[in-house]
């Protein structure tokens, strides 16, 4: 691990005289705080991509903590250590278009007209086999593509040329190819790009190369002080992935916001509340894989346990500066799907701040991190943030690293949520669900 620098070790002074709250930053060191971030966001781990050696690299050293901690691992599964008994290990399919194509009337269709999202290695329709549906000038694209993928199945889309400019973003999209956790559902949406009136005849080919790739989460897990409410957990959650580097390898996406301040929050959360020793219900750590191509990390995870049993999700993502209203304070997505905020508030009220309602609602925030995989099955899963990301300038860019931070406001919501959680933890109140019915479905296809 590189040493700190003078500068971040000049806030640990700043962060000890402004910590709101004194008890709780006696356990939660800003030492710790800063070597856990200093590591997770150094050029070392090179952006931390999903299936590069270097996230490896970050997995240990999260097991390594936990381990350290005094954590116990989420399955008794046979490992080299203890610390690598914390890797829960998987795999994903990725799926790579090779050949596709396609003739309408008998005409052959241009390859730059045209787009497959596929979870087949083959497909063949002449005259059958598929759904056919025309998007025409002054239809909406977008849900139509979202409906059909949720639907599942295989569908021919001819698209009105009225739509070019978001034919080929999707295009670009499904030419990278596509990653899924399971092949279980065999479906295709091929789009075509054209103002064909009528169609009487229409034959499409296509092939892909399917290969499995391996992702790890780590999952840790702090049980309860007495069995009345073991089985019942409360899941800090992070993801530690984040983009890797440029594509000509010059430049680095640290991902030091985006989201090793998270990763570091649940790292010394379960540090807090293993030395407090008394915890009433389970806490389980995760920190999930993948979150930046797909939720994959999640997604497994929550097969891997009762969704029953777990009480909130605290999902952190993106605390390394300021919010909108102030250092030091969070916000949270989907506040109005389930009572949890309003639980968290009572606890911070005593310390006159509060976490807040997601200021950015039209960014759709509460479907773009892991909580989302949980809330559709009930768990009252929310996100909590501090990002200004109107405005946030370093957002999926190389410039979001360590230097761009404010560790003071992120030390502050650390507290924050250790405060706020305590109700939780200590098994005094119950959040109520999360209604499935309202939480938007996952894709079948992509």
Do not use: C
Not at 372 to 396: E, I, M, N
Not at 425 to 434: C, L, N, Q, Y
């Amino acid at each position: 691990m590189k040493n700190i620098s003078f500068k971040l070790k000049s806030l640990l002074t700043a962060i000890a005289m402004t910590s709101a709250f004194p008890n709780v930053a006696e356990i939660i060191p800003a030492e710790q705080v800063i070597k856990d971030i200093t590591y997770l966001a150094a050029d070392d781990l090179e952006g931390r991509a999903s299936f590069s050696p270097e996230i490896d690299r970050a997995a240990n050293y999260i097991a390594k903590r936990f381990t350290d901690i005094g954590l116990q691992p989420l399955s008794s599964a046979k490992a080299d250590n203890q610390s690598s008994s914390f890797l829960q290990k998987f795999t994903v399919s990725q799926i790579q278009p090779q050949v596709l194509s396609v003739t309408i009337n008998n005409a052959n269709i241009s390859q730059g007209n045209l787009a497959i999202a596929s979870t087949m290695e083959s497909v063949n329709w002449q005259q059958a086999g598929a759904e056919v549906h025309v998007i025409n000038k002054n239809d909406d694209m977008r849900d139509t593509l979202s409906a059909l993928n949720q639907k599942g199945g295989q569908h021919l889309v001819i698209i009105n040329n009225a739509h070019a400019k978001s034919f080929h973003a999707y295009q670009n999209y499904f030419n990278r190819g596509i990653t899924k956790l399971s092949l279980e559902h065999r479906g295709a949406i091929v789009m075509v790009l054209s103002d064909v009136g009528e169609i009487n005849t229409y034959n499409v080919k296509a092939s892909a190369t399917i290969t499995e790739q391996a992702l790890t989460n780590v999952v840790g897990i702090l049980p309860a002080a007495n069995t009345e409410h073991g089985k019942e957990i409360i899941l800090y959650s992070a993801h530690y992935d984040h983009l890797g580097v440029t594509e000509d390898g010059k430049q680095i996406y640290n991902g030091a916001d985006d989201d090793a301040s998270g990763t570091t929050a649940i790292i010394n959360l379960a540090q807090y509340y293993a030395k407090q020793g008394n915890n009433k219900r389970s806490l389980m750590f995760s920190a999930f894989t993948a979150e930046e191509i797909g939720g994959f990390g999640s997604k497994y995870f929550s097969q891997q346990l009762n969704p029953d049993n777990v009480v909130a999700m605290i999902n952190i993502e993106m605390i390394g500066k300021p919010s909108k209203f102030g250092a030091g304070t969070v916000w949270m997505t989907g506040m109005e799907r389930s009572n949890l905020g309003a639980l968290l508030n009572e606890k911070l009220s005593a310390q006159n701040t509060e976490i807040y309602q997601d200021p950015y609602p039209e960014q759709g925030l509460f479907y773009r991190s892991d909580n989302a995989t949980l809330a559709r099955l009930g768990v009252p899963a929310h996100s909590f943030s501090s990002t200004q990301l109107d405005k946030d300038q370093h957002y999926h860019q190389t410039s979001d690293d360590i230097n761009s931070l404010d560790l003071s406001s992120m030390h502050k919501v650390i507290e924050s949520l250790a405060v706020a959680t305590q109700s939780l933890v200590d098994s005094t109140v119950t959040p109520t669900r999360i209604d499935k019915a309202k939480v938007r479905a996952q894709g079948k296809i992509y």
